[in-house]
């Protein structure tokens, strides 16, 4: 099949070269002139596992196009995907004007060229109830016919960063919102490649599949939430939160995934997503409780780790150094979006503290937002050198089995902040690590560490630190 997807973030490229790779061919619109030439260069914009195979692969067999205009991407389009950013305005509100400002693009191009055939609008943007409607109501009023000249689908896309390649190829489900027959039909043929092993494609009406992604990522922000709410409270009754958290998890009702406390949910979607649907709720004079607080708590948890730091050093931060591993709202993506590191080191510099940060894929998007404002460390070991504390923000793997030896060396004070669990706390303290976790314990460092636990967690000569 021939498709536009006019957007090329991180949901457009990645959804453009999916299809690709299924053998459709695909031409990607976007305003930014340097991002598509880049594109066009051979260059990524965005680090994600497997896309850069995918987009390499369809490139080179020509199946795979960048451009900036859209009109060259219209006519031979029988699919238009629009992949546009909805940031959130003032009230929380999801911003439209991208997308209804593209559709009346198309809309307008369509009348121009009546020769052209009908074509399908998919919105694969995160949109509010009711987009749909507006989207088909723009091509209403130019004269042209829904169901005979165009159809408006929803279509919204479950990609969670760093596995959005694995999503899109093998989704669990795909939701395809459409009361038009004709577009079902067409949509259905497009995604039987990627549900072969069985995962339903669901047809429903266009409001119901807005709504269904909201409720998604509502939903999973809420059971995060909830844990971190239960960690707390673990952390005050002297319980451990990972064997809570096991417990629950095997109950099937419940499951076994999405359950780690933590710095509070970040990222691009789940903010901006809970406050727009709290927000559409209120519109239509419903007050979303739950959703309140949930973004209520998600704020005093991305501050928690920067007030437990501070409450260490009596308010003392000034000049302090401190290390900081990990500034991705996640592990596998360079993407700060909202990110929980960015929340403490804001909150850091702001008492003085002078710190040293290192993450293997987020310093030069950090860099773009804090400048010369922090140091950063060319590995994960060098940010340690002379800091009185580690604080770990993102659970790369890397910083799970790390070389403690090492880390003791260069630390001037053993003392880390872990806002991911990555580590034993009682070990950590056999260690002689002052070790603070989410909903854990916290057991009194050994005066005298176990130097058979270091040397087991030693990669190189623990003395020379290098
Ligand atoms: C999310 C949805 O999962 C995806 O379906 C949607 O379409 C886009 O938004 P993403 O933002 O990439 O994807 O991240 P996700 O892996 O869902 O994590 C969101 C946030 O929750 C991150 O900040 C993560 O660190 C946090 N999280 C996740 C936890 O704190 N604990 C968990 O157990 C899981």
Known sequence: MKLAIVGTGYVGLVTGTCFAEMGNEVICVDIDA???????????PIFEPG?????????????????TSLEDALPESEVIFLALPTPPGEDGSADLSYVLGVADQIARWMVAHPETGYKIIVNKSTVPVGTADRVREIFESYGLKAGEQFDVVSNPEFLREGVAVDDFMKPERVIIGTRSPRAAEIMTQLYEPFVRQGNPILVMDERSSEMTKYAANAFLATKITFMNEIANVCERVGANVDEVRRGIGLDSRIGKQFLYAGIGFGGSCFPKDVKALARTAEEYGYAFQILKAVLDVNERQRRLLAERVYDYFEGQ???RRLAVWGLAFKANTDDVREAPS????????E??????VFDPEAMANTRAVFGDALTYAPGMYEALDGAEALIICTEWNEFRRPDFQRMRNRLARPLIFDGRNLYHPKRMAEMGFEYYSIGRPHYPPHANPDPVLLASSSTTDGKTGA
């Open 34 to 44: 340097r991002k598509i030439e880049k594109l066009n260069r051979g260059e990524l």
């Open 51 to 67: 896309l850069e195979i995918y987009y390499e692969r369809n490139r080179r067999e020509g199946r795979l196009h960048f451009t």
């Open 317 to 319: 931060l000034e000049g």
């Open 342 to 349: 960015h929340v403490i080191i804001r909150k850091l510099l």
């Open 351 to 356: 008492h003085g503290a002078d710190l040293v």
